[in-house]
């Protein structure tokens, strides 16, 4: 795969002429192989002269009116990324983040500037850590405090290189020789806020930077929630270390726990205006964060999933049998069960939701699990205990 057909997709994605539910629906007919195939003329033509919805098709021949200037925004690209050192990430490469192919909505191509072996070691371990721009002297130290810790664990840390907590969650992981990921709102090679022009020169040597926005691109407003939940999706847990009602770091609160995400919030006074958005989210559901031992745990209990394979199909769990579920015995369920929480720990209602058991007959069988050490409970959910077969 050329740079340029990688280019062309993104001038045709990011100057409007084409979607990412345009390019699944070209995939899914078998139009295209690959989202690069719209550099082809040809694939291009044929496609439109298929089964294709009249506005799809009205796109594709915008594409092909408008080839020659899509072509040069491509080139542009290729020298834009070439002189700024900026590689690409997409999601046909190895080192694609494995969360990533697991949640939908997830950019097909990021542009990167750094230390790129990184992407290789997220199954390791990574958290996200994100708070106030203008953060008190506890949040700082506790972050500090708690970045050293994980990194020691070879934990990798993702912020957004914003002023406050996420500048000195970079800059200690930094610090401390850990490895390290900022998610930008604007182009890899847009500085932004220009004040961290110091951790950007630092990040580009030894961490890495990743923006779903092509190069040239300023930061603006509109772009910050997208990045938000570029940050949650890579990452095995979010950590607020600080928020006020109104911060924007709540939305990758939201983002992370929508994407099935621990989320943990340092607590704090109540008389703090900067504090009461992360002391809502406790009240709502989220973790308090008491140092980072539960953290480390969280993450390490991710990776052990990892090691297990990926999300499986729905209801993969009951192919177990060629019977129809209602004719399975308890026996059988406890197979469904331990199969299903091979993939990730759940909640009750979670497993109950997914197999499709009623939960009264569920509870007593993951009683019955637990009884035999096959399960064990931690934090709302049942996982599989390290000594399960």
Known sequence: MTDLSKMFWASCFYEGYITNKD??????????????DFIDPNALSNAIHSDISPMLKTKLEQILKHYPIIENKARKYVEDCKAADIFTVTCNDEDYPSY?????????????????????????????????RDPSGYALTATADIVKDLVNKQITIVSGMANGIDRQAHLVALNNKGKTIAFLAGGPDNIYPWNNRDIYEMMCRNGLIISEMPPGTKAQRQYFPSRNRLISAISDVCLIMEAGIHSGTLHTASFAAAQGKGVYVLPNTIYS????????????GANILLGSEDVINDIAECSFYRLLG??????????LFSKDPSELDDEDWKKVIINELGTKPQTSDDLSTRINIPFYRLSALLSELEMDGKVEQTRGKFLLTITKH
């Open 23 to 36: 390019t699944n629906e070209l995939q899914k007919l078998g139009l295209i192989k690959n989202f690069t």
């Open 100 to 132: 990533w192919k697991l949640l939908s909505g997830m950019p097909r191509m990021v542009f990167c500037k750094g230390d790129r072996k990184i992407l290789k070691t997220l199954d390791q371990g990574c958290c996200a850590i994100v708070g106030s």
């Open 273 to 284: 205006e900067n504090a009461m958005g992360g002391l809502r989210l406790i009240l709502d």
């Open 310 to 319: 990926s999300e499986p199909e729905e209801n993969r769990s009951l192919m």
